[in-house]
T-cell receptor, first 110, second 115 residues
Framework: AQRVTQPEKLLSVFKGAPVELKCNYSYSGSPELFWYVQYSRQRLQLLLRHISRESIKGFTADLNKGETSFHLKKPFAQEEDSAMYYCALSGNTGGFKTIFGAGTRLFVKA | EAGVAQSPRYKIIEKRQSVAFWCNPISGHATLYWYQQILGQGPKLLIQFQNNGVVDDSQLPKDRFSAERLKGVDSTLKIQPAKLEDSAVYLC?????????????FGQGTRLTVV
């Protein structure tokens, strides 16, 4: 079964501290993995995707196929990073539909 | 470029009433999605269109929900009759293709409250 698990509903860190948002997935095949972000009063938007191997706003995520994980990391959190983060998976099993995890709310304290 | 447009932004109805939501995707995007997001949960895919054909509707409660995408552009999602558990934010998204390797662009959503 296809599944995306984000074990933490809330993550609170101090400004300047490292942050890691966890994402584990279950998928029979080779999925595409994404992180989406929703800032307060804004629409859901793409943050990064694993195929791009890029750093966006200081965030990076590495796909670990052995551990079926796609954790999101940033070495120094900023207050403007406070938002809701969703890990998402897409693949050709079941028609390329994109499924989302439950989300993790990141709160960066001053 | 203009983003995905949804209307209305908010809707309050009584249970057993009907409601319809409208979505206008980004111009040229072949794929359109409707998601249901219940408070505290991630978005759940209800239906996915490729142009005006349905790619996946396996999680659409077909006894009360229906959706169409006439002419492969705008889409409407209807609930008839609504239940209390349908209270959620309904998100529309579009992407250039259906293969899932490209970004999905989301609208602001319609917040439905069923009382």
């Amino acid at each position: 079964a296809q599944r995306v698990t984000q074990p933490e509903k809330l993550l609170s860190v101090f400004k300047g501290a490292p942050v890691e948002l966890k994402c584990n997935y279950s998928y029979s095949g080779s999925p595409e993995l994404f992180w989406y972000v929703q800032y307060s009063r804004q629409r859901l938007q793409l943050l990064l995707r694993h195929i791009s191997r890029e750093s966006i706003k200081g965030f990076t995520a590495d796909l670990n196929k052995g551990e079926t994980s796609f954790h999101l990391k940033k070495p120094f959190a900023q207050e403007e990073d406070s938002a809701m983060y969703y890990c998402a998976l897409s693949g050709n099993t079941g028609g390329f539909k994109t499924i989302f995890g439950a989300g993790t709310r990141l709160f960066v304290k001053a | 470029e203009a983003g995905v447009a949804q209307s209305p932004r908010y809707k309050i109805i009584e249970k057993r009433q009907s409601v319809a939501f409208w979505c206008n995707p980004i111009s040229g995007h072949a794929t359109l999605y409707w998601y249901q997001q219940i408070l505290g949960q991630g978005p759940k895919l209800l239906i996915q269109f490729q142009n005006n054909g349905v790619v996946d509707d396996s999680q659409l409660p077909k006894d009360r929900f229906s959706a169409e995408r006439l002419k492969g552009v705008d889409s409407t999602l209807k609930i008839q009759p609504a239940k209390l558990e349908d209270s959620a934010v309904y998100l529309c998204a579009s992407s250039p293709n259906y293969r899932g390797t490209t970004e999905a662009f989301f609208g602001q959503g319609t917040r439905l409250t069923v009382v």
